[in-house]
């Protein structure tokens, strides 16, 4: 074990203690790969588009002997050449590959409305049959629908069957859906859009929470996993080799996700900080204080989950990773008594200027002012002096596209900001919805698993990053206090989340959004 | 280790060494629950018989809400009522509840119809729309093929996936298997069978080889473990501890697929010996001869292979376990060339005594006789004194199932039905076939994963087991030898058993059954 934590050691040294670029994290794995962006091809000369085109045919036409060919063992060489030729393919290419993929080896439509009239020709038999006619009637009848059913089976599905089957091919389908999906952020294309949903489906079956490993990252691990926690952190940037070390260390868990076919690689993983309360910044989690005996622990703070996946956007393993580890911390530690999390709020700032700045452009007759009188009132009293006749929505989109954040190092800003920055925040994490869901992405993640909104914390994230995304402030989620039997039923919160968009809130949240007068 | 090994041992040492009988492996899990057998109620009294129909009431109204429930934290509850409730019935109200399953869980047919109206209401669009009319259409149409094929799943998937998800769920869907199995083996049932081919693809789905994990079995892994390589051996039982170890120790391997649902407990392992060459008799695999040093083997012989899951009947896990242990026993020892099985020959005194009982009760005129003239001759010269009149055939039909196998103390009578008994078993395994596949099970097995029929092995296996069931003789499939590259692609030949039935074998073999005379 020592041995171990030495050769770690050593290699974590030589490893760049921030998150790659995309660039180089496709040097790690595969997965990484940038995809789509299709505009790369006209910038190349026609010699190279020759080249291009030659490779493009080659590529394709082991993916298609990789649909057809019945022989296994060529199989096998077929199915690594297929996907090294992926990678070798421009995104252009890879674009070209995936369409020809979704229209070419489709449905055969023929079979299918062939099947259909077989289908509507035979009646309904009597589900228990009381004869031996009538029984293989019934046999009959089952064996028509089974076949319809294969035939509605896409023939892209034996591509994915089989890279599935394949070693390495689980993962070379995550990168594809990753392609896939990037390619779908910039046109629709309706036949894609159907083999992405398709091999959305497959994934989702494939990576079922019975086929994932529940495994507790430790300083033990091997330096291979570890690295992968460094470069795939995405809430908050392991800064050095301290940083990860107390990350795993006393006070801390942090969790992932393994399947056996994408070894030493977590699809997901959580980081979990014991505490005696819920915290209110990060900083008090990731540096300011030193951890404190288990034993006294009385709330798990969840402040850091990571996806390391894009190709499994929408694939919500998320909810059964925080389940599993509410299960086990609870078995674990019966002192726990507290499950929260405290998460950024990445859209805040993004929706709040918009905000500011479309009311602007808006005529003065109709629009709605965001800001209180009171707020308001205070804006103009500080910033009397610069105010030079501007009111004072444009005056806090001033203050809050300032470079290098000027209103955080002013006391009387923040305190004036504090007021209208917080109720907005609350707006917008309770209010503001698309297609009946929360708009913000991690909200949406916490409130369809069943967390409710459980405190809104100013100045809680004073990095770059924290005051770009929301000014800084960072909201507790709750999941679970152990003494009130009204929270204990997450799916109800869920269900209910689901079926009306109802966003469960605590009363310190919910008031800055009741009708009537601010309450602050 | 040292620990681990000594409450292993502490523990084997309590174990009864040998295969249980399936009454007494229920009590080790719930999957070796016996199912079925219809005819138990008829024996109970009418008082018993209204508690079982109370329970049968319960148990199917949670199966009923464990499919329709939407609230998944109940669910979890639900599941598990449900599952120890399924255990808790009667093999007649197990029935009854599967088939109330596959009914009234079955299609929304009325809602297929519609669907079918829909989509041959739509034109098929072309695949590449070249304006944006085209491409919503073509949506649309995508959105109604779809539906469809949602809607030809048959509402029972729900249970399947739900349980899927559920801790232990993997492993009572494989246990409801194997009662649907048997039901299916007693009587056939139109629509029970349609749900058994349903949840058999959906297994396959789930024990995709991408999801197994190869583990080496060793004497260091835990008691509980090892603890089911001696309940499920099926082959060879292991007789005591030093067999065990023996099994598992220098110039020996075994290895299972373990499945992270099902976690302790292999679905399906295989032993390996280390040899020089290909044995003859089990007796010097498992008792004779001491291990050679591992770096002395030139061969990898496949001795046993046991499935430990009833519920993964028609599931070939074996397949992928024998190809994946070659691959990685040809990366560690490349000086093994050969892969070669010593397997039983489990259907052949039963075929061959049938076969001699109907040709002895079909009348003289078109009887096949079964025997060489030679052999014939021998037989009766042998026995002239109890012949009595009879014929050859009838003598060994007397021969062959006298009380204790008496012929097997007589060098005389062994040497006198070596030739017989040989030539007539390559007839079995070579030629007597069933829907076109080699009737003899083990034999199928291996052919369709790619073997050939290598050698005979005469006096085997002298075991009770190995007399009754062929005879004492063994054969040798055989894999690959690295030296003869026409045999190095196993995929063809399971391709041309596949297609055309076709069974390779070695000419030691065939000679068996050529045409003409024997060449014994």
């Given at each position: 074990?020592?041995?171990?934590?030495?050769k770690?050691?050593?290699?974590?040294?030589?490893?760049?203690?921030?998150?790659?670029?995309?660039?180089s994290?496709?040097?790690?794995?595969?997965?990484?790969?940038?995809?789509?962006?299709?505009?790369?091809?006209?910038?190349?000369?026609a010699?190279?588009?020759?080249?291009?085109?030659?490779?493009?045919?080659?590529?394709?036409?082991?993916?298609?002997?990789?649909?057809?060919?019945?022989?296994?063992?060529?199989?096998?060489?077929?199915?690594?050449?297929?996907?090294?030729?992926?990678?070798?393919?421009s995104?252009?290419?890879?674009?070209?590959?995936?369409?020809?993929l979704?229209?070419?080896?489709?449905?055969?439509?023929?079979q299918?409305?062939?099947?259909?009239?077989?289908?509507?020709?035979?009646?309904?038999?009597?589900?228990?049959?009381?004869?031996?006619?009538?029984?293989?009637?019934?046999?009959?009848?089952?064996?028509v629908?089974?076949?319809?059913?294969?035939?509605?089976?896409?023939?892209?599905?034996?591509?994915?069957?089989?890279?599935?089957?394949?070693?390495?091919?689980?993962?070379?389908?995550?990168?594809?859906?990753?392609?896939?999906?990037?390619?779908?952020?910039?046109?629709?294309?309706?036949?894609?859009?159907?083999?992405?949903?398709?091999?959305?489906?497959?994934?989702?079956?494939?990576?079922?929470?019975?086929?994932?490993?529940?495994?507790?990252?430790?300083?033990?691990?091997p330096?291979?996993l570890?690295?992968?926690?460094?470069?795939?952190?995405?809430?908050?940037?392991?800064?050095?080799?301290?940083?990860?070390?107390?990350?795993?260390?006393?006070?801390?868990?942090?969790?992932?996700?393994?399947?056996?076919?994408?070894?030493?690689e977590?699809?997901?993983?959580?980081?979990?900080?014991?505490m005696?309360?819920?915290a209110?910044t990060?900083?008090?989690?990731?540096?300011?204080?030193?951890?404190?005996?288990?034993c006294?622990?009385?709330?798990?703070?969840f402040?850091?989950?990571?996806?390391?996946?894009?190709?499994?956007?929408?694939?919500?393993?998320?909810k059964?990773?925080?389940?599993r580890?509410?299960?086990?911390?609870?078995?674990d530690m019966?002192?726990?008594?507290?499950?929260?999390?405290?998460?950024?709020?990445?859209?805040?700032?993004?929706?709040?200027?918009?905000?500011?700045?479309?009311?602007?452009?808006?005529?003065?007759?109709?629009?709605?002012?965001?800001?209180?009188?009171?707020e308001?009132?205070s804006?103009?009293?500080?910033?009397q002096?610069?105010?030079?006749?501007?009111?004072?929505?444009e005056?806090?989109?001033?203050?809050l596209?300032?470079?290098?954040?000027?209103w955080?190092?002013?006391?009387?800003?923040?305190?004036?900001?504090?007021?209208?920055?917080?109720r907005?925040?609350?707006?917008?994490?309770?209010?503001?919805?698309?297609?009946?869901?929360?708009?913000?992405?991690?909200?949406?993640?916490?409130?369809?698993?069943?967390?409710?909104?459980?405190?809104?914390?100013?100045?809680a994230?004073?990095?770059?990053?924290?005051?770009?995304?929301?000014?800084?402030i960072?909201?507790?989620?709750?999941?679970?206090?152990?003494?009130?039997?009204?929270?204990?039923?997450?799916?109800?919160?869920?269900?209910?989340?689901?079926?009306?968009?109802?966003?469960?809130?605590?009363?310190?949240v919910?008031?800055?959004?009741?009708?009537?007068?601010?309450?602050?």
């Open positions: 074990m020592l041995g171990m934590n030495k770690a050691l050593a290699i974590l040294m030589r490893t760049k203690m921030r998150p790659l670029s995309p660039a994290q496709s040097k790690i794995s595969h997965m990484q790969l940038s995809p789509g962006g299709g505009n790369k091809l006209s910038t190349q000369n010699n190279a588009s020759i080249n291009t085109e030659r490779e493009f045919e080659v590529v394709r036409e082991s993916m298609n002997s990789a649909i057809t060919m019945n022989k296994t063992e060529v199989l096998d060489a077929l199915l690594n050449d297929f996907s090294e030729g992926y990678f070798s393919l995104g252009e290419n890879r674009r070209k590959l995936l369409l020809t979704a229209r070419e080896h489709d449905l055969n439509r023929t299918v409305h062939e099947l259909i009239k077989q289908y509507l020709g035979l009646e309904i038999p009597h589900a228990e049959p009381t004869n031996h006619e009538e029984e293989s009637r019934l046999a009959a009848f089952y064996r629908e089974r076949n319809l059913r294969q035939a509605l089976k896409p023939m892209y599905e034996v591509l994915f069957e089989r890279l599935n089957t394949h070693p390495g091919g689980l993962k070379f389908l995550s990168t594809i859906r990753a392609d896939i999906v990037s390619i779908l952020e910039e046109e629709s294309i309706a036949s894609l859009r159907a083999l992405d949903s398709y091999l959305k489906e497959k994934l989702i079956t494939w990576l079922s929470p019975a086929a994932l490993e529940l495994h507790q990252i430790t300083w033990d691990d330096a291979s570890l690295e992968k926690i460094v470069a795939y952190e995405a809430v908050h940037p392991i800064s050095n080799l301290i940083d990860l070390k107390r990350r795993l260390g006393v006070g801390r868990r942090c969790f992932g996700y393994l399947h056996s076919a994408i070894p030493g977590p699809l997901i993983f959580i980081e979990v900080a014991l005696k309360n819920v209110q990060i900083q008090e989690v990731l540096w300011d204080d030193p951890p404190i005996p288990e006294e622990a009385t709330c798990a703070l402040y850091s989950i990571s996806s390391t996946q894009p190709g499994l956007k929408g694939i919500n393993l998320g059964f990773l925080i389940k580890v509410i299960d086990l911390v609870k078995k019966p002192n726990i008594s507290t499950f929260a999390t405290l998460s950024p709020i990445p859209g805040y700032m993004q929706w709040l200027l918009s905000k500011l700045a479309s009311v602007e452009r808006s005529g003065s007759t109709f629009r709605e002012n965001i800001l209180e009188p009171e308001e009132r804006l103009l009293d500080v910033l002096e610069s105010a030079d006749g501007k009111n004072a929505m005056i806090m989109w001033n203050l596209t300032s470079t290098n954040h000027e955080t190092k002013s006391e009387r800003l923040i305190s004036v900001l504090e007021a209208p920055l917080m907005l925040c609350a707006r917008y994490l309770l209010k503001e919805k698309k297609r009946g869901r929360a708009l913000d992405s991690v909200a949406n993640f916490h409130l369809q698993n069943g967390a409710m909104v459980g405190r809104l914390n100013w100045m994230d004073q990095s770059e990053k924290g005051l770009l995304q929301s000014g800084g960072m909201v507790n989620y709750v999941y679970r206090y152990i003494y009130s039997p009204e929270l204990e039923n997450i799916e109800e919160n869920a269900q209910s989340y689901f079926s009306t968009g109802h966003i469960h809130a605590s009363c310190d919910s008031r800055f959004v009741e009708t009537g007068r601010s309450m602050m």
